[in-house]
């Protein structure tokens, strides 16, 4: 019996909420006396694999097929199901990003699996029940979920679990699954990979966001440069990314991309209800709004009233001098 964890990577790298999974399936795994198995693309470069066996991984098996390559959620599905049952896998785990949400219920249709979404907190196995606790209502409560089935599948919120790495090794093996019955339905005719160099959003530490106060696509500069200072990814709200101020993929929000930062700076929006609900799970949040009224000051933890083309500008020398300093 094994934990089986999906992993990905990203730029010859492990992502950072596949690091994060795995540490979880490991403190699951330590519970229950048992070990776990990661599972990862076979394109995955093989010094990159090593970080899987530090996040707490046993085994790591990879997988080479076109019909994995081509990120096929039915045909991953199909793969994990084959490598739960060879493995005696009765939890598996994966992040709470795009392929997750797409993977497992379909997997976990086709094991007659219980399903847990979004999870925040190491399950708790004590006294033989097995329970996952949630954040529910956008944020606003929390559930606790027992867990009956045989097979159970938990989807795991990034930014959830903190990333520890030990000097722990992973024994590394390939796996080829069976899909000769698997039909294809879905042909991937191009994958545009995004052209910015920061890190990915729902696995960045710091984000630093702006609204529609920021009057004009023209003074995103300020954002950038703050965002660059502290080494931080930017993002917009919605009205931002429906004028084509910004690209879609840096919306955040109910409609956009859930985040669960460390550090959330809003410029400029004034915390709607839908904005919320993707960002109320940051550690802390800042907001500079010149309305004191807006909503999002009754959220945030810390709160600047005033202009933004004069407040940011000085928060981000601030920054500059602060980290010059410490060298």
Known sequence: ??????????????????????????????AMGTSVVAVIDGNTPQEALAQLGKAGAKKVLT????????GIARAWAITLEQIANAESCEVII???????????PRLAARMKAGVVAGAV????????????RKTSYSGKATAVYTMNSAKKIITV?????????????????????????FTNRVTVKEVKKESSTTVPLPEADL??????????PKNWGIIEDLAKALGAATACSRPVADMNWRPHHEHVGQT???????????????????HLAGVNGSKTMVVINTDKEAPFFKAADYGVVGDAFEVVPRLTEAVKKFKAAQH
Request: aromatic share 6%; charged share 20%.
């Open 94 to 104: 994966f992040s709470h990003n795009l392929p997750g949400r797409d993977i497992a």
């Open 256 to 274: 956009g991309l859930a985040i669960r930062p460390n550090l959330y700076i809003a410029i400029g929006i004034s915390g709607a209800i839908q």
């Open 63 to 70: 997988v080479s097929d076109e019909k994995i390559g081509a």
């Open 207 to 216: 984000v630093v966001s702006g609204g529609r106060g920021m009057k004009d």
């Open 157 to 181: 919120l990034p930014n959830s679990i903190p990333v520890k790495l030990t000097d722990s090794t992973a024994e590394i093996s390939s796996f080829k699954p069976d899909l000769s019955s």
């Open 121 to 132: 907190e190491i399950p708790k196995t004590d006294g033989g029940k097995f329970t996952v």
């Open 1 to 30: 019996m094994s934990v089986l964890v999906y992993t990905e990577s990203n730029n010859g790298k492990i992502r950072k909420d596949s690091l994060e999974v795995t540490n979880y399936a490991a403190a699951i795994a330590n």
